[in-house]
Nanobody
């Protein structure tokens, strides 16, 4: 059974940084693409970033490009999201997700397993 557990969320001032982590278990982590998505109150869940099985390919939403960096450590079964220059509009619950393929995707429907999420709040 695949489990994804996020951590690292919190309250930060605009312009600050946070690093989210997602620890995976249940199957061979290095075989599968990972993604980060977020959901703000009253809004639909949206794509943030994705990374291929090897880490060789990354993909970002335009709204976070140049500010966020996704990475993975296959030896630790963990994917990260480094978030810099945070804005109040980045406030949301951030979820990691695992796809049952090695190539990354920005589509929510392409991911099979989801974590419970971690809250990120950016104050102005």
């Amino acid at each position: 059974q695949v489990q994804l557990v996020e951590s690292g969320g919190g309250l930060v001032q605009a312009g600050g940084s946070l690093r989210l982590s997602c620890a995976a278990s249940g199957r061979t982590f290095s075989n599968y693409a990972m993604g980060w998505f977020r959901q703000a109150p009253g809004k639909e869940r949206e794509f943030v970033a994705a990374i291929s099985w090897s880490g060789g390919s990354t993909y970002y939403a335009d709204s976070v490009k140049g500010r966020f960096t996704i990475s993975r450590d296959n030896a630790k079964n963990t994917v990260y999201l480094q978030m810099n220059s945070l804005l109040p509009e980045d406030t949301a619950v951030y979820h990691c997700a695992q796809r049952s393929r090695g190539a990354s995707s920005s589509s929510l429907n392409e991911y099979d397993y989801w974590g419970q999420g971690t809250q990120v709040t950016v104050s102005s």
